[in-house]
């Protein structure tokens, strides 16, 4: 089996799944509880606090436990708009970001903010300048993923961000990061963030924990009510193995070599038409194959127990627009290829016999 839909789940590592196992066996007490079980659970989550802590530069009080980065990106942006608003209803977004991001902007545009989309340029590029002069005194909060899912461009947040602090410092800042965790450097401070959103599933950890890290001074109004937990940020008993298991993932991930340019070089260029830019993640390639729909080759390549993905997982079905607004020609065509630190030089020269031979047996069936 070779699996190459890496963005939309990894494989869990084997010392991330251990550890799940173990936390979840061992450490069972409520992290909530007075008793000595109860604090067990309790120092095993802000152990992990500290691990991602140390990843990320920031302090460790400052990040909040969530089911996932789906919640993560809503509680980010629910509450900011919430506490900020009457800063200013004005909020300034890409018109590429994940739904996640971009369906809690459309609720909040029916609420009686003004949600301001920048599109890249000709050349498939967020321009910092056009992101800048969309800011306003009037802005409250702007958000721009790190690395987007579906082409692997890296949107440049650091220089934006700065710039928007510059101009307007009592915005809020934003940072979907969830593609770039791990796998491009990722640091607070660095970006110029308020807020920063990850995934551990994405990185080898279990499906349904993340965090949202926010900088010391922003306001966090919980969207989920209860017992307090995470600082009064988000309520309910913490998933402490799938933390413990997410901090694993970032302790144990090792910087495989890298193979986007291998295979960016060896696919054939006559029918395929790379959709993703050369300076783009190190592990996602989105590729066109002329004449062969997405959903043809991904289940070809199924067949041969070879998986990668039409687009974006969680667009399932629906042709993405994010390709379009990057100003993909076709991108009904398109397949998603991810990688892993795991893939070889070898998974990858099958990948690419596998697409020719797909593309030359699907093209005569036509
Ligand atoms: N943001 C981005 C950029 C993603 O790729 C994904 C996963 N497809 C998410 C957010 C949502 O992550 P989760 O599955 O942890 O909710």
Do not use: W
């Not at 958000?143 to 009592?170: D, Q, W």
């Amino acid at each position: 089996m070779l699996y190459f839909d890496n963005a939309a789940t990894m494989q869990p590592h084997y010392k991330a799944l251990e550890v799940y196992k173990r936390t979840a066996e061992e450490v069972f007490g409520n992290p909530s509880s007075l008793h000595t079980l109860g604090v067990k659970a309790e120092q095993v989550i802000n152990e992990s606090r500290k691990v991602l802590a140390k990843e990320l530069s920031c302090d460790p009080d400052n990040i909040i436990f969530t089911s996932g980065a789906t919640e993560s990106n809503n509680l980010g942006l629910f509450s900011s708009a919430s506490a900020y608003g009457r800063n200013g209803s004005r909020i300034v977004t890409t018109s590429v970001e994940h739904p996640s991001v971009a369906e809690p902007l459309k609720y909040l545009s029916t609420k009686g903010f003004e949600v301001v989309y920048i599109k890249p340029d000709r050349n498939g590029e967020i321009n910092p300048q056009e992101f800048l002069e969309a800011v306003n005194d009037n802005t409250c909060l702007v958000s721009c993923m790190l690395v987007n899912n579906e082409t692997g461009y890296i949107l440049p947040v650091r220089r934006i961000f700065t710039a928007i602090k510059h101009k307007n410092s009592r915005v809020v800042t934003h940072c979907d990061a969830v593609q770039g965790f791990m796998k491009i450097p990722v640091k607070m401070t660095d970006l110029q963030a308020d807020l920063i959103t990850v995934s551990a599933h994405k990185i080898g950890g279990v499906k349904g924990v993340g965090a949202l890290i926010k900088s010391k001074n922003v306001r966090i109004i919980p969207q989920i009510y209860g017992g307090g937990q995470e600082r009064n940020s988000r309520s309910g008993t913490e998933n402490v193995p799938a933390i413990a298991s997410f901090a694993s993932a970032v302790e144990y991930t090792k910087k495989g070599e890298e193979l986007i340019s291998f295979l960016r070089n060896n696919l054939n260029r006559e029918y395929i038409t790379i959709n993703s830019p050369e300076n783009g993640s190190p592990y996602i390639l989105n590729v066109s194959v002329e004449g062969v729909k997405s959903e043809v080759m991904l289940h070809f390549l199924e067949s041969k127990e070879i998986y990668v993905s039409s687009g974006s997982a969680c667009s399932k079905g629906k042709v993405s627009g994010v390709l379009r607004e990057f100003g993909v020609k076709n991108p009904d065509f398109s397949i998603r290829i991810s990688l892993s630190d795991e893939s070889t030089k070898n998974d990858l020269r099958t990948l690419i016999k596998a697409i020719d031979e797909g593309y030359n047996s699907l093209l005569h069936m036509r």
